[in-house]
């Protein structure tokens, strides 16, 4: 029989996953042995779920916490003649069990699966949706999956990677030679162990058809995995793990690869670290140990390695000890790695400017830097904050509009700049306020008295940054990154009490910078002239006046990613059919989103589709249009307050909220319009659209209700008073 251990204290998700991946295997000799480590997630539901089919056997951590203790207790319960260690964030794909089993002979110590690494959950993988580990088939590809040092040491180049997780072991190879795990070693447990088990096993097999899937974490803020701890507070653990590796591995092989590994670790780390820590150990204690070890180094071992040359000579340095050589290295080692940076990536000349110049530069506290969409239009809530301000305000202040194109048309007298160019970060740096309606660029770093009016763009469906589940998108970085923007907010937009509450989670945002202050581009719906300005649009449109317009505008999706910020997009919608019912009546505008890069070719279509993708605000097209047909996107929350009907085309339901995002509202049942897949329902509720208005009326009040009540047509005054100095 296989024990199975799994230890777990926190994230339900990814342990229902778990037990899922066992309780599919066709294997069925096993036990799985649950210890818990004070969780307080109640496990009812799971243990209803899996108890039969995984033979589930719970126990619990009373006196001592960790994942070396509950392995270890995991260990003592264990009835099998195999274990087995599987995370509870991890999961086999495939008959893995079998697969492992099938390799073992009498004199077989272990064996052990195929890893590969993911963001996503199990569903995720299963379907083919998700996509592999950045890079993980071109270093697989470098390996032998045959050899186990190779494989299972040699593949990695951080000490914490090798592990004991998805391999099985018989169990006398941990009671016979007394291995167990280390509980006075947090961060860096499986490292030393699996340098014990290498120490007595004699032999070890691969088994292809197993596979073991390690999830990584994708919330380095709330939830993070050992690499993403801080330097500064593992190292006293690196230092324990690494000790003990000398101490035990006695392969020459396996010796060479650590010593190459903490090679890498000091050139990465040390040059930097050296001047940035504020305690200053890795002056002094990390300092002291890292030269200590690194004399034990060979020079071949540096020389033969695939390091820069810049870490290489760093290294030759560092290896010798002298203390005044090393000093001046570490200096060096900065000043040629910013230089040789600074070479390849302009707006990193562009950041040094601004950190030794611009910022020295008076501040203006009367200039105003404008940017929407992240420089690819003058539209949304940013224009209409803007033409408040050129009303009311006039020439008091400086208005700049960062821009990827300078030509695009903006009303008023302004100062356009190309973004990211030099006069981006020179006017980001002296200006006071920033109006933008995504998120800043990190690169260009802001200042104490800056402040940040982000107006966002939109009332969530789907779900966003911290709320989003494992799947497409939701990386560390993402989430990082979002995280680090959204601490420099100093206002954030909201169109109605819901946006408040979901913003606050999922920016993990506090109240205070949160604001009801309702969308400044929902402010010419509310307009008195709103018609004759609709008849304006429609004849810059070319747009028959006596036909009526339905506006498509989908949203994006996240599987269809090309590059940055690029996406494609498949039509679903049968235009020959909609042609051919509806032409003599309606004319349509085809709104992609502003991420999709490749358009398409509507040239059948002349006068029944127009394609508005590139038209610059979106507000113009709600004006002018009958109906809007929309799939994901946040736009109906706006259109809402027209007061017009509105369709959801969701082709991809299933996918989309399973797989792709998952949304805040209940689509089957709380959807101000019908919501539909087929092309067949489509052209019945575009045919039948005054019935349908009827039939959702009531929905539809509740809707504008709690979406659109707050917007009146003052958003923009509201806010430009509250935001800058009269
Ligand atoms: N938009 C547009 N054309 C489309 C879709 C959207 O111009 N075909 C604009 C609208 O102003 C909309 C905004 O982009 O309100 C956001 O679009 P979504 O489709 O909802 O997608 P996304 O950019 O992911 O924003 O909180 C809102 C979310 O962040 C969604």
């Known amino acids: 029989m296989i024990s199975i251990i799994v230890t777990h204290k926190q994230n339900l998700s990814y342990l229902h996953d778990c037990l899922e991946s066992i309780a599919e295997q066709k294997y069925k000799d096993i036990e799985t042995i649950l210890v818990l480590d004070h969780t307080e997630d109640d496990l009812t539901d799971i243990k209803e779920e899996f108890g039969e089919s995984t033979n589930l056997k719970v126990y619990e951590l009373t006196d001592k916490t960790g994942v070396a203790a509950g392995r270890n207790l995991g260990l003592e319960k264990a009835q099998g003649d195999f274990v087995m260690f599987l995370d509870n964030d991890d999961y086999m794909i495939g008959e893995s069990l079998q697969a492992m089993m099938d390799e073992f002979e009498e004199e077989t110590d272990f064996v052990y699966p195929q890893y590969k690494r993911t963001y996503f959950k199990r569903e995720a993988v299963l379907s083919g949706l998700a996509s592999p580990y950045e890079g993980e088939e071109k270093e697989l590809a470098k390996v032998d999956f045959n050899d186990p040092v190779n494989y299972n040491i040699?593949?990695?180049?951080?000490?914490?990677?090798?592990?004991?997780?998805?391999?099985?072991?018989?169990?006398?190879?941990?009671?016979?030679?007394?291995?167990?795990?280390?509980?006075?070693?947090?961060?860096?447990?499986?490292?030393?162990?699996?340098?014990?088990?290498?120490?007595?096993?004699?032999?070890?097999?691969?088994?292809?058809?197993?596979?073991?899937?390690?999830?990584?974490?994708?919330?380095?803020?709330?939830?993070?995995?050992?690499?993403?701890?801080?330097?500064?507070?593992?190292?006293?653990?690196?230092?324990?793990?690494?000790?003990?590796?000398?101490?035990?591995?006695?392969?020459?092989?396996?010796?060479?690869?650590?010593?190459?590994?903490?090679?890498?670790?000091?050139?990465?780390?040390?040059?930097?670290?050296?001047?940035?820590?504020?305690?200053?150990?890795?002056?002094?204690?990390?300092?002291?140990?890292?030269?200590?070890?690194?004399?034990?180094?060979?020079?071949?071992?540096?020389?033969?390695?695939?390091?820069?040359?810049?870490?290489?000579?760093?290294?030759?340095?560092?290896?010798?000890?002298?203390?005044?050589?090393?000093?001046?290295?570490?200096?060096?080692?900065?000043?040629?790695?910013?230089?040789?940076?600074?070479?390849?990536?302009?707006?990193?000349?562009?950041?040094?400017?601004?950190?030794?110049?611009?910022?020295?530069?008076?501040?203006?506290?009367?200039?105003?830097?404008?940017?929407?969409?992240?420089?690819?239009?003058?539209?949304?809530?940013?224009?209409?904050?803007?033409?408040?301000?050129?009303?009311?305000?006039?020439?008091?202040?400086?208005?700049?509009?960062?821009?990827?194109?300078?030509?695009?048309?903006?009303?008023?007298?302004?100062?356009?700049?190309?973004?990211?160019?030099?006069?981006?970060?020179?006017?980001?740096?002296?200006?006071?306020?920033?109006?933008?309606?995504?998120?800043?660029?990190?690169?260009?770093?802001?200042?104490?008295?800056?402040?940040?009016?982000?107006?966002?763009?939109?009332?969530?469906?789907?779900?966003?940054?911290?709320?989003?589940?494992?799947?497409?998108?939701?990386?560390?970085?993402?989430?990082?990154?979002?995280?680090?923007?959204?601490?420099?907010?100093?206002?954030?937009?909201?169109?109605?009490?819901?946006?408040?509450?979901?913003?606050?989670?999922?920016?993990?945002?506090?109240?205070?910078?949160?604001?009801?202050?309702?969308?400044?581009?929902?402010?010419?719906?509310?307009?008195?002239?709103?018609?004759?300005?609709?008849?304006?649009?429609?004849?810059?449109?070319?747009?028959?006046?006596?036909?009526?317009?339905?506006?498509?505008?989908?949203?994006?999706?996240?599987?269809d990613w090309i590059g940055e910020g690029q996406y494609g997009f498949d039509l679903a919608m049968d235009l020959d059919r909609l042609q051919k019912e509806f032409s003599d009546e309606y004319v349509i505008l085809m709104r992609l989103h502003y991420f999709i890069v490749k358009g398409l070719d509507l040239s059948k279509y002349k006068d029944f589709v127009i394609d508005v993708s590139q038209y610059s605000d979106i507000t113009d097209l709600y004006l002018v249009s009958d109906m809007l047909i929309t799939d994901y996107s946040s736009a109906y929350f706006d259109y809402g307050n027209l007061k017009r009907p509105i369709l959801f085309y969701m082709y991809d339901l299933e996918l989309y909220k399973n797989n792709l995002r998952g949304f805040y509202i209940d689509i089957e049942n709380d959807m101000p319009g019908p919501v539909f897949e087929t092309n067949d329902e489509l052209v019945n509720n575009i045919k039948h659209i005054d019935e349908v208005k009827e039939q959702y009326k009531e929905k539809f009040d509740k809707f504008y209700d709690e979406f659109c009540s707050v917007d009146d047509g003052n958003a923009s005054k509201r806010v430009v008073e509250k935001v800058f100095e009269k």
């Open 154 to 559: 040699e593949r990695y180049d951080s000490i914490e990677m090798p592990s004991v997780l998805g391999t099985i072991y018989r169990k006398k190879l941990f009671t016979d030679n007394d291995i167990k795990f280390y509980e006075d070693q947090p961060y860096y447990a499986d490292v030393e162990v699996v340098a014990d088990i290498y120490s007595v096993a004699d032999f070890m097999k691969g088994a292809e058809g197993a596979l073991y899937m390690q999830r990584l974490h994708n919330d380095k803020v709330n939830n993070p995995s050992l690499s993403q701890y801080p330097k500064d507070e593992t190292m006293p653990y690196y230092f324990m793990a690494y000790d003990h590796l000398m101490e035990v591995v006695t392969n020459e092989r396996v010796r060479r690869h650590y010593q190459l590994i903490l090679s890498y670790y000091i050139a990465q780390w040390l040059p930097r670290k050296h001047r940035l820590s504020r305690e200053d150990k890795w002056r002094g204690e990390y300092y002291e140990k890292l030269k200590e070890l690194a004399l034990d180094i060979d020079k071949e071992i540096i020389k033969r390695s695939d390091m820069d040359r810049i870490s290489k000579k760093f290294m030759y340095i560092f290896i010798k000890g002298n203390e005044a050589k090393i000093q001046r290295a570490i200096d060096r080692t900065r000043f040629k790695r910013k230089i040789s940076d600074m070479r390849h990536d302009a707006r990193l000349r562009n950041k040094n400017l601004s950190l030794h110049f611009f910022s020295k530069l008076p501040f203006k506290k009367n200039w105003v830097v404008f940017e929407s969409f992240m420089g690819r239009s003058y539209s949304g809530n940013p224009k209409y904050i803007y033409q408040y301000m050129q009303k009311h305000y006039g020439n008091k202040y400086k208005y700049i509009w960062l821009l990827n194109d300078t030509r695009t048309k903006i009303d008023g007298k302004c100062k356009k700049v190309k973004r990211f160019g030099m006069w981006d970060f020179y006017y980001r740096n002296r200006s006071k306020y920033w109006v933008i309606n995504m998120r800043q660029p990190l690169v260009i770093p802001k200042r104490n008295k800056t402040v940040i009016l982000s107006t966002w763009h939109g009332t969530p469906l789907k779900r966003l940054v911290f709320d989003m589940d494992d799947n497409y998108s939701a990386t560390p970085e993402y989430k990082n990154i979002v995280y680090k923007q959204t601490r420099e907010w100093n206002y954030l937009l909201a169109d109605n009490a819901y946006s408040v509450d979901k913003f606050k989670n999922c920016f993990q945002l506090d109240d205070d910078i949160l604001f009801l202050s309702g969308y400044p581009a929902n402010d010419p719906m509310y307009a008195q002239d709103r018609d004759e300005k609709a008849a304006e649009i429609k004849k810059k449109l070319n747009i028959d006046p006596d036909k009526k317009v339905i506006l498509y505008a989908p949203t994006w999706r996240d599987n």
